[in-house]
C-alpha cells in the first residue's frame, strides 16, 4: 500500500473507531468481544483498502464486514451461551418509568441474532431497508418482517417487565 493510501486508511479508522465499537457493543454485548470484531474488522479493511477506498460508501462496507464478522463468531461453538438454573431479577415496575438502558440491551439480547442485526442496522445506525438488506444479504422483505418481529418481541417482554 503506497504511504497516501495508508494515512486516508489511519484517518477513516481513526474517525470511525467508537462507531465501530459501539456498533459492535450492541450487537454482541460483550465490550471484549466487540474490541475483537472491530480488530477483525479494521484487518479485513486494511486488506482490500486500495479498492474499498475507491468506493463512495465506505461506511456500509465497513458496516457489512462487522456484521457478518459477528454472526460469524456467533456460529462458533466456543461462543455459545450456556443455560443457567437462576434467573436474574427483574426491576420492579416502580423503579422505572421508561425501560433503562441496560434493560434494552438485556431485550436485545434476547433476539435471535439475524433479528437483532435488522433491529440495530435499522434503528440504531437508521440505515434504509435496502441498505440493511444488502449489509444481511437477504430481501427486502425479509428485513422488513425481521424487524417488525424483533420490535414486536422487544416491545412485548418490556411490558412483561413492567
Do not use: N
Not at 462458533?76 to 440491551?105: I, K, N, Y
Amino acid at each position: 500500500m503506497k504511504r497516501s493510501e495508508e494515512d486516508t486508511y489511519r484517518e477513516y479508522v481513526t474517525a470511525r473507531m467508537e462507531v465501530m465499537r459501539r456498533t459492535a457493543y450492541l450487537l454482541c454485548r460483550d465490550w471484549h468481544t466487540a474490541d475483537d470484531l472491530v480488530s477483525i474488522t479494521i484487518s479485513k479493511l486494511y486488506r482490500h483498502w486500495p479498492r474499498v477506498s475507491q468506493q463512495t460508501s465506505i461506511d456500509a462496507y465497513v458496516r457489512k464486514i462487522l456484521l457478518r464478522t459477528w454472526l460469524d463468531e456467533k456460529r462458533r461453538p466456543w461462543r455459545r451461551e450456556q443455560p443457567t438454573e437462576e434467573l436474574p431479577e427483574l426491576p420492579s415496575p416502580a423503579e422505572f418509568a421508561v425501560v433503562s438502558r441496560a434493560q434494552l440491551l438485556d431485550l436485545l439480547d434476547g433476539l435471535p441474532p439475524r433479528r437483532r442485526a435488522a433491529v440495530v442496522l435499522r434503528l440504531y445506525l437508521d440505515l434504509s431497508v435496502e441498505e440493511t438488506a444488502e449489509i444481511l444479504g437477504c430481501s427486502v422483505g425479509t428485513v422488513k418482517s425481521q424487524t417488525a418481529r424483533g420490535l414486536d418481541t422487544l416491545r412485548a417482554r418490556a411490558a412483561e417487565t413492567d
